[in-house]
């Protein structure tokens, strides 16, 4: 799967999605995601970049734990052959539980 091609694929998890983050006074009632690539992933050798691949987060909000969803989302991941890592946080401040994900594309 292409970057390109990732958000139309994110779609199909009928969630609220934006990249990177929603505009301020924008965000939608949780659930919602967002996606954002904080580097890359390459693989080269001779300062030649053979294989330019994008390092993906994925980040589900939620008011409360919410299993079925994150079965959801890791069968998405799962479909579509990613190996991810998923790391999850309390943000006290916004009272929201925050699913983050961490894959290749």
């Keep these: ?3 390109n091609e990732l958000y139309k694929h994110l779609q199909t998890l009928d969630l609220p999605l934006a990249y990177h983050h929603f505009e301020e006074g924008h965000s939608p009632k949780p659930p919602f995601m967002v996606y954002y690539y904080p580097d890359s992933s390459n693989f080269g050798a001779d300062n030649i970049a053979y294989h330019k691949g ?13 299993l079925d969803l994150e079965a ?5 991941l799962d479909r579509h052959s990613f190996y991810f890592d998923k ?14 994900y961490y894959f290749e594309l």
Aim: net charge negative; charged share 35%.
């Design 87 to 100: 790391v999850e946080t309390y943000i006290a401040s916004e009272k929201l539980y925050q699913e983050a």
């Design 1 to 3: 799967m292409k970057s």
């Design 72 to 76: 959801r989302v890791e069968d998405f």
């Design 54 to 66: 994008l390092s993906v987060v994925l980040e589900v909000y939620t008011d409360k734990k919410d």
